[in-house]
């Protein structure tokens, strides 16, 4: 059905309005349900809505005032009135409280650690860097970090630390609490490990459920974990998906959304990194029985499943949220085509192929002030729509400028960066006229933090450039040493201060605070 010469791809699928609230805070008003220490998160009954309720999990730095004094998760309490301030992944910056007359007795899911136990509850508000998941807590691959090196020396940024054996794999870190967690193959399994960010002290490992993947290209694990509260939800190559607890490793539950949902494995193996949005895990499987589903997060059980029209194969990209007018949806590849799925039941708003190819769709879409910008590779490059009022978008242009296969692109003030191939390009988000180009990276992934771009060359060079429209100023660059024979696609995460590096078995960290 999404083939490029079907109309009904336009029509039919019509692009709903949207307006991508990733990047905007909104103000959420309710009364206090549930206090979840152990999901470092709060739900509130909303104002106006007598059955809906929201959960909202804090942000490490989140400011909580309770009558007019500052406050912590703990003084929290059912029935006081709540303001919560968020952003579209429902993480809460900011939360106001007021004591209801005569509050009824607070309740908390928070559980004690087990006998003998030495893994301690993860605290809550004091950490030094938060990357909970594949592109940052917004997904949008920028970092709130500030203070960093704006000039690197020669030879690159003080090494903080290395560790090898984590097994053969292409995950990315995601961290919080100055935990850190990815996952690669170690002999016959596929693993999750957690490891102490400011040390690299391994602190436990997990089985997936599944068998070690193994592939021409690359052996191992390819998503990055998901962080939420006190679990962390992984997706291996062979589709097996597990929730386990961040303190110890202990398994929650699992499954293999291949087996469950009536997907098969895709020519290089499962790739996406899973969304936590709310209540539910959000994946894309593929396949006869659900193109996209969404799963209690609590429990593994399938909330909904969502079958595109032709029944499309997964793709290697992530999803990400976008909202418009109250309508809440889910914005991914699939193989044929861009779709947009509604986050309350799974139907499908909208499907577009201009920017999908045959073969293989990796990098995540992009979206702010309205405009929703979607690239592959393959020669296909990228297509730019203007979301509108009336349920409708228009395709502003196409373009062959951005042919990014799977580097990850980003925007910032307007402007979008990324790997076109083996051309490092700035782009006008509006217009897709090229503001520059460079070549001395290569090809390769890239990131966002304190206004300059870190460069990951997928053959070693990491290089750091000024995050600018008026052409390419670079402010260092240095060859990580001990290098595996593999390309390095494993994208860069800058987070507490520091610049991480996963190398198929391998991580090397350099400390980049000023």
């Not at 909303?46 to 309720?53: E, N, R």
């Not at 290209?217 to 509260?229: A, H, V, W």
């Not at 999908?356 to 879409?365: D, I, L, M, Q």
């Amino acid at each position: 059905m999404f083939s490029r010469s079907t109309r009904y791809c336009l029509d039919a699928f019509c692009l709903i309005s949207l307006t991508c609230s990733n990047v905007f805070a909104t103000s959420h008003n309710g009364t206090v349900e549930v206090v979840s220490a152990d999901d470092n998160a709060v739900t509130i009954k909303l104002t106006g809505k007598a059955d809906d309720s929201k959960t909202f999990t804090l942000a490490p730095k989140a400011v909580i005032t309770i009558d007019g004094k500052k406050g912590t998760l703990a003084d929290i309490e059912e029935g006081q009135s709540a303001v919560i301030v968020a952003n579209t992944a429902d993480v809460a910056t900011k939360l106001t409280f007021k004591s209801a007359k005569n509050p009824v007795a607070k309740k908390s899911s928070s559980r004690t650690a087990k006998e003998g136990d030495s893994s301690s509850a993860i605290p809550t508000g004091s950490e030094e860097g938060y990357w909970p998941q594949h592109r940052g807590p917004n997904r949008d691959n920028i970092s709130s970090e500030k203070g960093l090196l704006e000039q690197w020396p020669e030879g690159g940024p003080k090494l903080a630390w290395q560790q090898s054996g984590l097994g053969e794999g292409y995950s990315s870190v995601s961290m919080a609490q100055n935990r850190l967690f990815t996952m690669g193959n170690q002999g016959d399994e596929e693993m999750l490990l957690a490891m102490d960010a400011k040390t690299g002290k391994p602190l436990w490992s997990t089985k997936t459920g599944g068998a070690a993947y193994r592939e021409g290209q690359g052996n191992g694990p390819r998503g990055t974990p998901s962080i939420d509260g006190e679990r962390v939800y992984a997706l291996g190559a062979n589709g097996d998906l597990v929730c386990v607890s961040s303190t110890n490793g202990e398994v929650i539950w699992q499954k293999n959304i291949l087996n469950e949902y009536g997907g098969k494995n895709i020519v290089w193996g499962i790739s996406e990194s899973v969304l936590i949005d709310g209540k539910n895990l959000i994946c894309s499987p593929g396949g006869s029985q659900a193109t996209m589903v969404a799963i209690d997060k609590m429990t593994g059980r399938t909330v909904w499943q969502s079958a595109v029209q032709g029944a499309p194969q997964a793709a290697y990209s992530s999803p990400i949220i976008v909202e418009y007018q109250g309508e809440r949806m889910y914005l991914n590849y699939v193989h044929t085509a861009v779709v947009a799925i509604r986050a309350k039941d799974g139907n499908v708003l909208w499907g577009h192929p201009q920017s999908a190819n045959g073969t293989a769709n990796c990098s995540t879409p992009v979206a702010v002030d309205g405009l929703v910008f979607t690239a592959s590779g393959y020669g296909t490059g990228g297509a730019l729509f203007k979301l509108q009022k009336g349920g409708k978008a228009k395709l502003e242009y196409s373009t062959k400028e951005m042919v990014n296969h799977h580097g990850g692109m980003v925007v910032a003030d307007g402007y979008l960066y990324g790997f076109d191939e083996q051309i490092l390009k700035c782009l006008e988000l509006k217009s897709g006229k090229v503001q520059w180009k460079d070549r001395s990276v290569g090809k390769g992934s890239l990131t966002l933090a304190d206004g300059h771009l870190y460069l990951r060359s997928e053959n070693g060079p990491v290089a750091l450039c000024v995050a600018t429209s008026k052409g390419y100023t670079e402010r260092g660059r240095f060859d990580p040493p001990n290098r595996s024979d593999k390309p390095a696609w494993s994208h860069p995460v800058v987070c507490g201060g520091r610049l991480f590096l996963r190398d198929m078995d391998s991580m090397i960290v350099y400390d980049i605070q000023r």
